[in-house]
């Protein structure tokens, strides 16, 4: 029985991470993250049309210029993940 408890327990724990991961994260800590795997905020390109993009160093998405996208942070730090392994 106290396993089981320990298990839900843990897995809310988790899903409150993520939550707050997502409402915090913005272009300005994606760079700092960015700069210790070795990458600059000038390799994010589109995942459309791989232009580069415009990144600013505050907010939390950012408008494509050529196409429109719209690209969220968030989306860019699950790429910058793969890349930096
Ligand atoms: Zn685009």
Redesign the pocket.
């Known amino acids: 029985m106290h396993g089981r408890r320990s298990i839900v327990a843990s897995a809310a724990a988790v899903g409150e991470m993520r939550e707050r991961v997502h409402l915090t994260i913005d272009f300005g800590s994606l760079e700092d993250y960015m700069k210790k795997g070795g990458l600059s905020l000038t390799s994010i390109k589109?995942?459309?049309?791989s232009?580069p993009?415009r990144l600013p160093k505050v907010g939390t998405e950012v408008v494509?210029?050529?196409?429109?996208?719209t690209?969220y942070a968030q989306d860019v730090l699950e790429k910058i993940k793969e890349l930096i392994g």
């Open positions: 589109c995942p459309e049309y232009a993009l494509c210029q050529h196409c429109s996208n690209v």
